[in-house]
Structures are given as structure tokens and as C-alpha cells.
């Protein structure tokens, strides 16, 4: 019997502790989780689940003009109520932290509902009790961050935009990553007057620089305002709203600011300054491949540790957490090549392998195949939205080393690509496909003809 009152404790019921904790239990190891807020952390409280509803809910204002061309007369102009919207979100999380408690439950997890702070190696204090553990797993994830500016308490950031009291009729977003460009799209489609304002040159900084730009384009044509090569210099309350002055000196009023300018590690209060827990550069937790921080009895996973911020990501890490420090053997190092992302702002990116200027970088010669193409169903919706696919493929080899697209469904489409670029699939493999047809997909396997070398 070990000496500890747990082999594990979590501290955060994340995407990555949920799983960590019931993978550990499984292995037979006696495992509690601490979590002071909600259960399924960002990704199913106030990121990836509440985002792809409202996304969806954003899609309906296109779906409703689309019709027309096909037949379909609408006895009145659809009408959008925002908070039938929230409240059914919040219904729906609330289904879904059920599941977390019943999942941990049956995993035969203790689930203590507060927050932990790390006393030593093997001491964390949680609701006023002390608690010993042969490994403390941190799990604690990300907390939006916002820059300072002169009126930076007037903007909200991506935990609160969800559950705004009103709708905001005129909608900002600061920043040009992930965040920036799925709400910026999302606001645009609901019916809001929506502004970008990103301080680089374009949005999405590390995509394909032909997937920002042909994203650009399409976001601008479906009405969101772009204001790049700009700031916020400062906000300030005016009657009705707020006005937002720029650095570019333009000024703009608007009802609701969105700060989506990153994400820290959310290590406050958390003790970890006491014992001197490595960090990296940028202030994450430094882990090695077995996810052991510096204090090698205090692991760490997930967003907090500074990788790609995506829960599959997470999960994926708790599992090979698992393996090296509850089952035997030692596993295969986990491969963070080739990780398919989505972007769900409207057209969908979805993305796997390399950009055009990493494989130039990384292969020297390359191919690249692109189809830009009106989709069949917009020959009769009479929308002007496009489709763009890209496949990169390096000359010496044939191995298709990037897959892209930009258009309806991207992340749907490309999960099932990521599994070929993955097995390091060559341009001779998807010309050998059969196509599926009619669908937009098929262009991935018909496209012959290089568009530059
Ligand atoms: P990102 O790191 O992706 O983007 C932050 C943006 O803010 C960048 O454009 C950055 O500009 C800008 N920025 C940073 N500092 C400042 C500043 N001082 N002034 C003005 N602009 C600034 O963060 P997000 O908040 O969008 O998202 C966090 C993470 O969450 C993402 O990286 C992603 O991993 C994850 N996520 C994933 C999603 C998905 O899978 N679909 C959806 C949402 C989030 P610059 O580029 O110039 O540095």
C-alpha cells in the first residue's frame, strides 16, 4: 500500500485531467481531481462546444438566403433571438458537466469541488484539507489575457462573450488568431455590424499565406470589417455603447469588444512559485516527454505546458501520461507532426502538415496543386462564396507533406486528409483515389496538374 492517500492527483477537470484521471483510474491507481469552476474546462464551458453551436447558429443567416434559389419562399424575414440561443447553450453545457461528474464518478475518481494549491512534491491543501499524492498532475490549462489600453475594463474576453446580456448589434474583436477571426465571423453571420482589428499586416499568423488571404477576402465579402495594420489605443464609454479609437486614428462605436490576444498559463494561486517549478519563456510549464516539470513528482499537460492549444492535443497527452507513469513499459514518444486544426470562422479552414513556405523551407523542391472553385450548391443559392483546396507535395519524394481548404465543412473534410498525410501518402496515392462524386472533397483526388513548382 503506498504511503500516499492517492497515486494521482489532478488538479483541474480539463479535457486533458478528466482524461488523465479516468485513464489513470482505470489502471487500477486511486486518483482524486480538484476543479473550483465548471467541469470539461475551456473547451466545453467557454471554448470549442459553446463556439461550433454559435457558429452553427451563424450559418442559419446565409442558409436563409441560400434557399431562395432553390424554391424555398420564407413566409417573413427570419428574425435572430439571442437569448433563445444563450440559454439553450447553457443548457447544453450544463448536460454536458453532468457527463463529466458521472464519467469521473464511474471512473471511481473523487471529485473535490475546489480549488487545490501545491503545498510541496507530494502535498496539495483543497477545501481546507490537506492531501497527499505520489504524483500531482497540473492540469489547470489557459486564461484569456488582454494587453493594457486606456478603457481595456470596457472589452470582454472569450469566457464572458458567451453569455453577453444583450446582443451586440455593432461588434469588435481585437486580435487575429483562432479567436479573433471564429468570432469576428460568427457576430457577422448572427447580424451584427462586425469589426476585425488585428495589428499585423493579416490574420492568422502560421497558416498558408494563401489560406489568409483567400479567408481575408471571403470574410471581407461576406461583410466583416478588416481593419488591419492598426491597435486599440483606447475605449471609452459613450451613450449607448462604446467608441474605440484606433491607433490609425480612426474611431469606431460599437456595443461590445471582444479582447482575443492569447491565452497565459492559469498558474495564480497555485503555489508552484514556492518550489520553484521550471517555466519556459514564455511562462508555461516546462515538461519533459514524459511530462514531469522540474519537480519530477509534478507533472503537467495541456494548454498549460505551452504546445498546441487544442484538446485533442490535451487528451492525447494524457493518455501517453498514462502509459509512461502507470503502465509498463515505455511508450513510443508522442508525434506532434502532422496535427489537423480547424478554424471555424466562415468559410471553415481546415489544415494539416505543412504551410507552402514551411515545405519550401523544410523539402526545398515542391508541388503545389490548388483548385479554387465556386461550390455547386452557390450555382443556384447565388452566393459568391468560394472554395479553395491546396495539396503541397514534395518533389524528391512525392509525399503529400500539406493538405488546406478553406470553404464549407473544411475540418470535416480534412480529418479524413490528416489520416493520409499522416501515413506520409503520396501525390500518386490520392491520384489513384476514386473520387466521391459530386462533392467539393473530390477535388483532393482530381487534381492533376501542378499550379506552380
Ligand atoms: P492566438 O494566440 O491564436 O492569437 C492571439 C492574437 O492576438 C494574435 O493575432 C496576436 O497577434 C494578437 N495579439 C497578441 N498580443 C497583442 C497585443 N498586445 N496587441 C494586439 N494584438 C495582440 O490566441 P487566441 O486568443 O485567438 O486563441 C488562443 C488559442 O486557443 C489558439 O492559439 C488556439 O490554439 C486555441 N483555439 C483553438 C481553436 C480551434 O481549434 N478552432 C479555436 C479557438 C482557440 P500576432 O499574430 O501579431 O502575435
Not at 499524492?133 to 486606456?150: C, Q
Request: proline residues 4%; aromatic residues 8%; negative net charge.
Amino acid at each position: 500500500m503506498s504511503e500516499y492517500d492517492y497515486d494521482l492527483f489532478v488538479i483541474g477537470a480539463g479535457s486533458g485531467g478528466v482524461r488523465a484521471a479516468r485513464t489513470a483510474a482505470a489502471t487500477g491507481a486511486r486518483v482524486a481531481v480538484a476543479e473550483d469552476r465548471y467541469l470539461g474546462g475551456t473547451c466545453v464551458n467557454v471554448g470549442c462546444v459553446p463556439k461550433k453551436l454559435y457558429s452553427y447558429a451563424a450559418h442559419f443567416h446565409e442558409a436563409f438566403e441560400d434557399a431562395g434559389g432553390f424554391g424555398w419562399q420564407l413566409a417573413e424575414a427570419p428574425r435572430f433571438d439571442w437569448s433563445t440561443l444563450r440559454d439553450n447553450k447553457i443548457g447544453e453545457i450544463k448536460r454536458l458537466n453532468g457527463i463529466y461528474g458521472r464519467l469521473l464518478d464511474a471512473a471511481d475518481v473523487r471529485l473535490i469541488n475546489a480549488r487545490a494549491r501545491v503545498l510541496d512534491a507530494h502535498h496539495v491543501e483543497v477545501g481546507g484539507e490537506a492531501v497527499s499524492a505520489e504524483k500531482i498532475l497540473v492540469a489547470v490549462g489557459g486564461w484569456p489575457w488582454t494587453p493594457d489600453f486606456p478603457g481595456k475594463e470596457l472589452t470582454v474576453n472569450s469566457n464572458q462573450v458567451f453569455d453577453l446580456e444583450t446582443f451586440p448589434e455593432r461588434f469588435l474583436v481585437l486580435g487575429g488568431g483562432y479567436i479573433a477571426v471564429e468570432f469576428a465571423s460568427i457576430f457577422n453571420g448572427l447580424g451584427s455590424e462586425a469589426h476585425l482589428v488585428y495589428r499585423g499586416e493579416l490574420f492568422l499568423r502560421g497558416f498558408d499565406q494563401e489560406v489568409r488571404e483567400f479567408t481575408r477576402d471571403e470574410m471581407a465579402k461576406k461583410g466583416v470589417n478588416l481593419h488591419f495594420e492598426t491597435n486599440i489605443e483606447a475605449i471609452e464609454k459613450v451613450e449607448g455603447g462604446v467608441k474605440v479609437t484606433l491607433t490609425s486614428g480612426e474611431q469606431l462605436e460599437v456595443d461590445a469588444v471582444l479582447a482575443a490576444t492569447g491565452r497565459r498559463p492559469h498558474l495564480a494561486g497555485l503555489g508552484l512559485e514556492a518550489l520553484d517549478v521550471a517555466r519556459t519563456e514564455s511562462g508555461h510549464l516546462a515538461v519533459n516527454e514524459r511530462f514531469e516539470t522540474s519537480v519530477p513528482s509534478i507533472l503537467a499537460l495541456g494548454d498549460v505546458t505551452g504546445g498546441p492549444e487544442l484538446t485533442p492535443v490535451a487528451l492525447a497527452e494524457a493518455m501517453q501520461l498514462v502509459r509512461h507513469h502507470f503502465e509498463p513499459g515505455e511508450p513510443a514518444p508522442l508525434d506532434y507532426r502532422n496535427i489537423a486544426t480547424a478554424v471555424f470562422c466562415h468559410p471553415n479552414i481546415g489544415t494539416v502538415g505543412l504551410s507552402e513556405a514551411q515545405a519550401r523551407e523544410a523539402c526545398g523542391e515542391i508541388r503545389v496543386y490548388t483548385a479554387d472553385f465556386r461550390p455547386m450548391k452557390h450555382t443556384l443559392s447565388g452566393s459568391s462564396e468560394r472554395c479553395l483546396m491546396k495539396l503541397i507535395v514534395d518533389e524528391a519524394s512525392d509525399v503529400v507533406v500539406g493538405a488546406h481548404m478553406v470553404g464549407e465543412e473544411a475540418g470535416e473534410v480534412i480529418q479524413g486528409i490528416a489520416v493520409a498525410v499522416r501515413a506520409g501518402l503520396t501525390k500518386a496515392d490520392f491520384d489513384a483515389t476514386v473520387g466521391i462524386h459530386p462533392t467539393g472533397a473530390e477535388e483532393f483526388v482530381t487534381m492533376r496538374t501542378p499550379t506552380r513548382r
